[in-house]
């Protein structure tokens, strides 16, 4: 790591911005940090986290600084630490520090199902972290705790309070809306961000290899979503630099913003400007791709060169768009797996 970072200078003034194949630009690195999760939600771990048997090993600290030093001389200045639960990992303090701490990175955000928040939400502040995003998949305590397994709503909306009080720059809450269990709820939610500065995300349900019935089952259209809420007098607002999938939506008289992310509506991958290292250090290129590209051996080198080199020859290769509409997940067996 400690070559990469005295070279980063030179490789910052040399080296291209990151493109694909049909011109796409990559801004916006999603860093999972373990695929461990201690809530059950019914859209991705029903059943709860299974630790396999032959668990890969998670990426140390180093690793994951001299992962991002090579992502920021490539011209990824946003970092996003997810999971599973990201702050389940007992460094989680110092890996944000040090994501934090590689020049080029201008922003780190984090996901969160929230349950440390009220009392950790001012140290993940203080440690670089400026954005956060929190899981609220419904206001009502009980059908909270029949979505995730737990009965923690009001800790949670606690932790919302502190994060605002901690001074983070954006706060969204995230809820995977789902027919039958809490689309009901449509209107209360925007209610609550609308008095409140605050962002809202509306999360379409995504087919993966385990849930597929459910998905059937489930899936609300984001399309009908921003319908009810344009209807509404919410309107859509520009996209941000850096900013992820989301369609973003204001209103006149609401402090807050809704957002929409919908990954089955047309064109959802012509803006795509992200990538996925998982935990184990495999890059993915899509969410639904056939699966990712070990990066460890070039993570635990010291020719930092080659880990530039073959970074941008993957990504050269990233599909044009993903293949869900066809049925296909690709090789995610579940959201956990890698980051979301």
Not at 108 to 115: E, I
Not at 275 to 281: A, E, M, V, W
């Amino acid at each position: 790591m400690t070559d990469l970072r005295a070279r980063q200078p030179d490789l910052l003034s040399l080296a291209p911005p990151l493109r694909d194949g049909i011109g796409r630009r990559f801004e916006y690195l999603r860093l999972s940090l373990t695929d461990v999760c201690n809530f059950s939600c019914t859209y991705c771990l029903p059943d709860g986290y299974r630790r396999p048997c032959n668990r890969p090993v998670e990426l140390s600290p180093d690793e994951i600084g001299r992962a991002v030093t090579a992502f920021a001389a490539l011209g990824l200045w946003k970092v996003r630490l997810t999971g599973g639960e990201p702050t389940l990992r007992r460094d989680f303090d110092a890996v944000a520090r040090t994501v934090a701490a590689v020049p080029g990175i201008r922003r780190v955000a984090m996901t969160t199902n929230g349950y440390r928040l009220a009392e950790r939400a001012q140290a993940w502040r203080d440690c670089g972290i400026s954005a956060i995003n929190i899981s609220v998949d419904s206001l009502d305590p009980a059908r909270f705790a029949a979505i995730t397994g737990h009965d923690r709503l009001a800790d949670i909306l606690r932790g919302v309070d502190a994060a605002q009080a901690a001074g983070f720059e954006s706060i969204k809450l995230n809820a995977v809306l789902m027919r039958g269990i809490n689309d009901d709820e449509l209107e209360a939610m925007v209610d609550f961000v609308a008095s409140r500065d605050l962002s809202l995300r509306f999360i379409e349900v995504m087919r993966t290899n385990d849930n597929a019935a459910f998905f059937a089952a489930r899936h609300v259209a984001g399309q009908t979503v921003i319908d009810r809420l344009e209807v509404s007098g919410w309107t859509r607002l520009p996209r941000q630099p850096g900013a992820g999938p989301a369609i973003e939506l204001g209103h006149p008289s609401a402090k807050g913003r809704i957002g929409i992310i919908a990954p089955y509506s047309q064109d959802f991958c012509a803006s795509c400007n992200r990538l996925r290292l998982s935990s184990d250090g495999r890059l993915h290129l899509c969410l639904f791709g056939d699966g990712g590209i070990d990066l460890r051996p070039q993570l635990t080198g010291d020719d930092p060169a080659a880990l530039l080199a073959r970074i941008r020859g993957l990504v050269a290769t990233k599909a044009p768009a993903h293949r869900l509409h066809a049925g296909d997940s690709g090789a995610t067996p579940h959201l956990a797996s890698i980051g979301g």
